[in-house]
T-cell receptor
Framework: GAVVSQHPSWVICKSGTSVKIECRSLDFQATTMFWYRQFPKQSLMLMATSNEGSKATYEQGVEKDKFLINHASLTLSTLTVTSAHPEDSSFYIC????????????FGPGTRLTVL | AQTVTQSQPEMSVQEAETVTLSCTYDTSESDYYLFWYKQPPSRQMILVIRQEAYKQQNATENRFSVNFQKAAKSFSLKISDSQLGDAAMYFCAYNLGYGGSQGNLIFGKGTKLSVKP
């Protein structure tokens, strides 16, 4: 089945630093990937839609200059949290569409970000 | 705008018993897809079951089945013979496409299911 990986699975960083999270589709090509944020005991909140070769589309209220998304290839999308602060601490999940399988979305295992 | 509502923040079931999780949604579309996702403590999202709105027959996947009431815009999940491994957060979701192929999945707030041995 389709597999999506995320790296790292857990990252701790100091306030003010930048952190990059990778989302990879391992056995399929994904023209579209989604980035979600999930606070403890809450649902997934869509942050942005990442399209290969074009600019990401951000949801209302999400700062595009703070959460930089790059979808440079059909198997990789990256989310960079710039100048991270403690309030950015959260669980970040990506999903990728498999265009060869009804455009079905498959989810990565998530990345836990802790900003000190 | 489409919305998905899960009115049960938490549910509990005895092992081997049956439990039903509720979900309602709002849409003006006639053709769409509904999903139940499971998120265990590992936080990995797992697709449990999918229902196509144009199909009258309720979807089933082993111990998991749905009660889809299109007119009432209701989509409940029934888990039979509950197992300890069923303990997780369950999210109801909506999309216009088969696997979430049309835009993003719209999620409910989730129901935390506990299974008692």
């Amino acid at each position: 089945g389709a597999v999506v990986s995320q790296h790292p699975s857990w990252v701790i960083c100091k306030s003010g630093t930048s952190v990059k999270i990778e989302c990879r589709s391992l056995d399929f090509q994904a023209t579209t990937m989604f980035w979600y944020r999930q606070f403890p005991k809450q649902s997934l909140m869509l942050m942005a839609t990442s399209n290969e070769g074009s600019k990401a589309t951000y949801e209302q209220g999400v700062e595009k200059d703070k959460f930089l998304i790059n979808h440079a290839s059909l198997t990789l999308s990256t989310l960079t949290v710039t100048s991270a602060h403690p309030e950015d601490s959260s669980f970040y999940i990506c999903s990728a569409r498999d265009s060869s399988s009804y455009n079905e979305q498959f989810f990565g295992p998530g990345t836990r970000l802790t900003v000190l | 705008a489409q919305t998905v509502t899960q009115s049960q923040p938490e549910m509990s079931v005895q092992e081997a018993e049956t439990v039903t999780l509720s979900c309602t949604y709002d849409t003006s579309e006639s053709d769409y897809y509904l999903f139940w996702y499971k998120q265990p403590p590992s936080r990995q999202m797992i697709l449990v079951i999918r229902q196509e709105a144009y199909k009258q027959q309720n979807a089933t996947e082993n111990r998991f089945s749905v009660n889809f009431q299109k007119a009432a815009k209701s989509f409940s999940l029934k888990i039979s013979d509950s197992q300890l491994g069923d303990a997780a957060m369950y999210f109801c979701a909506y999309n216009l496409g088969y696997g979430g192929s049309q835009g993003n999945l719209i999620f409910g707030k989730g129901t935390k299911l506990s299974v008692k041995p």
